[in-house]
């Protein structure tokens, strides 16, 4: 009887290398056939489904960026899952998608037990969750489909208008691709100093998933519950104390009731006082920091994309997939790693004990 790896078909080292000719010959012919169409670049996310009115608070709509936001939670979700009915099952060595897991967890603990010491099972939760958190988001981008499948819709003032053509039809499923933009004109009122946007015949195309990075509001969320997080961490570690930290007026109530006062003892109050308002005014500053910096950086990657799929579709754009694939996992990490030492530093007293 023959062994299972003579019956196993073998793959030559050349068979990958003509796999990849023929993807870029498909992607030559599918150039020619629909030519790369000009995207439209906005900040705002923009609004697939909506409003809900709820009272007190008012129009509620559910964007593209909260879509891709829902989706990397289940993914997280099913993964935490896959490895949890793995480990239930006694296996001692992992394999697959749990394993990679196993390994990507157990890396960032190390770190943060090398970092945080005695804190690390408090710090570990927070900071893994946003590593992988951020990083599925990041990565999102990559997946063929996220930015470039929406709806069709009346364009909105403001907006580029497309021409479209139907591919095929199942039933009153239809499936449109955009052909082109259409040119507009922009039509003054003699009345009035208001312009209007003469958008005429074509539709407006609204992606059904955008990467929430690029969405200012999804990085602020996550700068707003790190640093509030920190400060719980810090009143936690501390007590009441942590506010020296802001307010230390210790020196100068000190002051107060000393008979002898020099030069030097008029200096050191005020200075403790001004160092705390320096505090205060950095604990305000990472929240800027930590939400423009993932913003800019995966914004700007989009972009590029974009820019590099219209321009050059073919090939050029597959160097900037594995850049952005490198700066998606560096921001992953430089926003956990820095949420992990602003954590253990607001666990160290800053009484000089």
Same mark, same amino acid.
């Given at each position: 009887?023959?062994?299972?790896?003579? =019956?196993?078909?073998?793959?030559?080292?050349? =068979?990958?290398?003509?796999?990849?000719?023929?993807?870029?010959?498909?992607?030559?012919?599918?150039?020619?056939?629909?030519?790369? *169409? +000009?995207?439209? %670049?906005?900040?705002?996310?923009?609004?697939?489904?909506?409003?809900?009115?709820?009272?007190?608070?008012?129009?509620?709509?559910?964007?593209?960026?909260?879509?891709?936001?829902?989706?990397?939670?289940?993914?997280? %979700?099913?993964? &935490?899952?896959?490895?949890?009915?793995?480990?239930?099952?006694?296996?001692?060595?992992?394999?697959?998608?749990?394993?990679?897991?196993?390994?990507? @967890?157990?890396?960032?603990?190390?770190?943060?037990?090398?970092?945080?010491? +005695?804190?690390?099972? =408090?710090?570990?939760?927070?900071?893994?969750?946003?590593?992988?958190?951020?990083?599925?988001?990041?990565?999102?981008?990559?997946?063929?489909?996220?930015?470039? %499948?929406?709806?069709?819709?009346?364009?909105?003032?403001?907006?580029?208008?497309?021409?479209?053509?139907?591919?095929? &039809?199942?039933?009153?499923?239809?499936?449109?691709?955009?052909?082109?933009?259409?040119?507009?004109?922009?039509?003054?009122?003699?009345?009035?100093?208001?312009?209007?946007?003469?958008?005429?015949?074509?539709?407006?195309?609204?992606?059904?998933?955008?990467?929430?990075?690029?969405?200012?509001?999804? =990085?602020?969320?996550? &700068?707003?519950?790190?640093?509030? @997080?920190?400060?719980?961490?810090?009143?936690?570690?501390?007590?009441?104390?942590?506010?020296?930290?802001?307010?230390?007026?210790?020196?100068?109530?000190?002051?107060?009731?000393?008979?002898? %006062?020099?030069?030097?003892?008029?200096?050191?109050?005020?200075?403790?006082?001004?160092?705390?308002?320096?505090?205060?005014?950095?604990?305000?500053? +990472?929240?800027?920091?930590?939400?423009?910096?993932?913003?800019?950086?995966?914004?700007?990657?989009?972009?590029?994309?974009?820019?590099?799929?219209?321009? *050059?579709?073919?090939?050029?754009?597959?160097?900037?997939?594995?850049?952005?694939?490198?700066?998606?996992?560096?921001?992953?990490?430089?926003?956990?790693?820095?949420?992990?030492?602003?954590?253990?530093? &607001?666990?160290?007293?800053?009484?000089?004990?």
């Amino acid at each position: 009887m023959e062994s299972t790896e003579q =019956t196993r078909p073998r793959w030559r080292w050349g =068979t990958y290398r003509w796999l990849i000719i023929l993807v870029i010959v498909a992607n030559v012919f599918a150039v020619k056939a629909f030519s790369p *169409v +000009k995207p439209h %670049i906005q900040l705002p996310a923009e609004a697939v489904a909506g409003p809900v009115t709820l009272p007190l608070i008012g129009d509620l709509y559910l964007t593209n960026t909260m879509i891709a936001t829902l989706i990397a939670d289940l993914l997280l %979700i099913l993964i &935490a899952f896959s490895v949890w009915r793995v480990t239930r099952g006694g296996a001692m060595i992992l394999s697959g998608v749990p394993q990679i897991f196993e390994m990507i @967890v157990e890396a960032i603990y190390n770190l943060t037990e090398s970092t945080a010491r +005695k804190w690390a099972d =408090t710090v570990f939760p927070w900071v893994a969750t946003i590593i992988l958190m951020v990083l599925l988001i990041n990565w999102s981008e990559l997946i063929p489909g996220v930015d470039s %499948i929406g709806m069709l819709h009346e364009p909105h003032h403001g907006t580029p208008a497309y021409e479209t053509q139907e591919l095929f &039809a199942i039933g009153d499923f239809h499936v449109t691709t955009i052909t082109g933009e259409i040119e507009t004109e922009v039509v003054s009122d003699s009345d009035s100093h208001d312009s209007e946007e003469d958008i005429g015949e074509g539709l407006g195309f609204t992606p059904y998933v955008r990467v929430a990075s690029t969405d200012l509001n999804f =990085t602020l969320a996550l &700068a707003l519950t790190s640093v509030i @997080v920190i400060q719980i961490l810090g009143f936690r570690a501390v007590g009441i104390t942590y506010l020296k930290k802001y307010l230390n007026f210790g020196r100068l109530g000190k002051l107060l009731f000393r008979e002898k %006062i020099s030069p030097f003892d008029l200096i050191f109050p005020f200075t403790d006082i001004y160092v705390g308002l320096l505090e205060l005014i950095a604990e305000i500053a +990472k929240i800027i920091s930590f939400s423009f910096r993932l913003f800019g950086n995966i914004f700007a990657g989009s972009v590029l994309l974009f820019i590099i799929g219209t321009l *050059v579709p073919v090939v050029i754009q597959s160097g900037i997939v594995f850049l952005e694939l490198f700066v998606g996992l560096v921001q992953a990490m430089v926003f956990g790693m820095l949420v992990m030492v602003f954590m253990t530093m &607001a666990t160290i007293a800053h009484d000089g004990h």
